[in-house]
T-cell receptor, first 114, second 118 residues
Framework: AQSVTQPDIHITVSEGASLELRCNYSYGATPYLFWYVQSPGQGLQLLLK??????LVQGIKGFEAEFKRSQSSFNLRKPSVHWSDAAEYFC????????????FGQGTELSVKP | DADVTQTPRNRITKTGKRIMLECSQTKGHDRMYWYRQDPGLGLRLIYY???????NKGEISDGYSVSRQAQAKFSLSLESAIPNQTALYFC?????????????????FGPGTRLTVL
């Protein structure tokens, strides 16, 4: 069965420091992958998605993610974190690339210290 | 105005009560979804609907039912609420037309309903 693992439950980084959030997936074919962000009290907002082509994907708010098939990973990065980036981040894979069913990771909560 | 709205935003109820959570969207999307979020578990799919006449069970449908009253409305019901249904519930929509362009459909989420069952 498909699954998504986010190994880090909680990460704290200093403002201005770089960030990498890890995501590993299990799926035999090329997956459709997503990163969403959930700010406190808010719904989920799409940061970026990968479905084909260039393995380095640019998203909103200065985020990017790199699809690495050999490592079954889709890690999210940002070169310089802002205090407003504090939120929970979810990686997701589309079940069987058929649309409709997203399988989410457990989420990583990001704290930003001054 | 928000594209995907959920009512109520917060609800406290008692064990055994029937509860309905409502979702409305103005995005014109055919596909709608209900998820629940629990700490440490991420989001899990309860039900999804690809159009008004097409409703499907998700990963954790037991204890829930849904109704797709129109393209824009998708309701989730708990027939007899129990405490372990205490969670944050999200509605989402997507448009499959993106798949025709070789893309994948993106899901857009509502703000969530926090449900507490005592």
């Amino acid at each position: 069965a498909q699954s998504v693992t986010q190994p880090d439950i909680h990460i704290t980084v200093s403002e201005g420091a770089s960030l990498e959030l890890r995501c590993n997936y299990s799926y035999g074919a090329t997956p459709y992958l997503f990163w969403y962000v959930q700010s406190p009290g808010q719904g989920l907002q799409l940061l970026l998605k990968y479905f084909s082509g260039d393995t380095l994907v640019q998203g909103i708010k200065g985020f990017e993610a790199e699809f690495k098939r050999s490592q079954s990973s889709f890690n999210l990065r940002k070169p310089s974190v802002h205090w407003s980036d504090a939120a929970e981040y979810f990686c997701a894979v589309e079940a069987n690339n058929q649309g409709g069913k997203l399988i989410f990771g457990q989420g990583t909560e990001l704290s930003v210290k001054p | 105005d928000a594209d995907v709205t959920q009512t109520p935003r917060n609800r406290i109820t008692k064990t055994g009560k029937r509860i309905m959570l409502e979702c409305s969207q103005t995005k014109g999307h055919d596909r709608m979804y209900w998820y629940r979020q629990d700490p440490g578990l991420g989001l899990r799919l309860i039900y999804y609907s690809f159009d008004v006449k097409d409703i499907n069970k998700g990963e954790i449908s037991d204890g829930y039912s849904v109704s797709r009253q129109a393209q824009a409305k998708f309701s989730l019901s708990l027939e007899s609420a129990i405490p372990n249904q205490t969670a944050l519930y999200f509605c989402a929509t997507s448009d499959p037309l993106g798949r025709l362009a070789g893309e994948t459909d993106t899901q857009y989420f509502g703000p969530g309903t926090r449900l507490t069952v005592l």
